[in-house]
């Protein structure tokens, strides 16, 4: 009996000894995961490269990507499926976490032979509207802060064209089928020399962006090391448009 219980012993101890390990080893960021959901234009823009220098440093840690709009980036959190979202602030989802980390301002985007494209000064949005807009869902959170910026002055936004991605926009820009405000992270995927963008009037459309987490959830060491990484690039690189 007396060797059994010796047997069980050491495989006790073994046993402890490798979650012991496995703990270390996730605190040393030498294993783990992160799930992370963003916004379409920030999952094609500055996450990507904050992935690839995380991964460079801390190679045994895997990443995963939702790129989603704003409702569901939050949602995702809320459920637990994703450790934190890049999103942009949103009052409603107060019971969620939100640190904001940049602010994307909003521009007019046109085709390169558009009228709007000869005024010298910003434009005001609601002065814009007598032209066919392009503008994503109402799900979306381009939609959601256009739609209340024209709130304010009691016009009910009704575009030409209601679209899912950025990049149905600008085509649909340079075929001269309509304009667009968006924000700069979303007209930095374009690239196109066909458009414009142009200046609107202060205070024009700021949009928040930020990192949203679970108020209860502490965040694990690999996901706190990448929102700190995220911090830093941002920083360093701050999205801006050009004006063309």
Same mark, same amino acid.
């Given at each position: ?5 010796? *047997? ?26 992160? @799930? ?11 996450? %990507? ?13 895997? &990443? ?10 939050? !949602?995702?959190?809320?459920? $637990? ?6 999103? *942009?602030?949103? %009052? ?9 980390? +940049? ?25 814009? &509207?007598?032209?066919?807009?392009? @503008? ?10 256009? !739609? #209340?910026?024209?709130?304010?002055? !009691? ?12 990049? +149905? ?8 089928? $309509?304009?667009?405000?968006? %924000?700069?992270?979303?007209? *930095? ?30 965040? @694990?060491?690999? #996901?706190?090391?990448?929102?700190? &990484? ?7 690189? %701050? +999205? ?5």
């Amino acid at each position: 009996m007396g060797h059994i219980f010796v *047997a069980h012993a050491q495989e006790l101890i073994r046993d402890t000894q490798r979650a012991l390990q496995a703990v270390a080893d996730t605190v040393l960021l030498k294993t783990g995961t992160v @799930s992370v959901a963003a916004l379409p234009s920030l999952a094609a823009s500055i996450v %990507p490269k904050v992935f690839a220098a995380f991964s460079h440093a801390y190679p045994g840690v895997r &990443l995963s990507l939702h790129d989603t709009l704003s409702d569901p980036a939050f !949602d995702l959190v809320r459920n $637990g499926k994703v450790d934190l979202a890049l999103t *942009a602030a949103d %009052p409603k989802q107060e019971d969620l976490a939100y640190e904001q980390l +940049t602010t994307d301002e909003f521009l007019l985007v046109c085709p390169r032979d558009h009228p709007l494209c000869k005024e010298p000064k910003p434009i005001l949005l609601e002065a814009t &509207l007598h032209f066919p807009h392009i @503008s994503m869902s109402s799900s979306a959170s381009v939609r959601q802060y256009v !739609d #209340a910026e024209l709130a304010k002055h !009691d016009i009910k936004f009704t575009p030409a064209f209601e679209v899912d991605h950025i990049a +149905t926009i600008g085509a649909l820009v340079v075929q001269g089928l $309509g304009i667009s405000a968006l %924000p700069e992270t979303a007209i *930095a995927l374009l690239q196109s020399h066909q458009i414009r963008c142009l200046r609107l009037h202060s205070p024009g459309i700021q949009r928040p962006l930020g990192v949203v987490t679970h108020r209860h959830t502490p965040l @694990s060491a690999s #996901a706190q090391t990448l929102i700190r &990484l995220l911090k830093q690039m941002l920083e360093r690189h %701050p +999205t801006k448009t050009s004006f063309v």
